[in-house]
């Protein structure tokens, strides 16, 4: 991971990976907090999802800028 692009779609990636998998499987584990881990799921998969899209677009626009030079 050379440039901070890849490294943010690598982990926005493993945030939304992670989010759906507490969204999925987590549904009937009770913890001691008001929040319930299926929430924090949902939020870490759009979290991910922002992540991961802004790397892309961070990506792309630096190839973009790379094959305007002569």
């Known amino acids: 991971m050379r440039y901070l692009p890849e490294r943010n779609v690598w982990e926005g990636s493993a945030t939304l990976l992670l989010g759906f998998v507490l969204w999925k499987f987590a549904g009937g584990v009770d913890v001691p907090v008001v929040i319930s881990l299926t929430k ?19 990506s792309a626009r630096r190839l973009w800028a790379l094959s305007d030079r002569p």
């Open 40 to 58: 924090i799921g949902v939020a870490m998969m759009y979290i991910g999802g922002a992540q991961t899209a802004w790397g892309v677009y961070r």
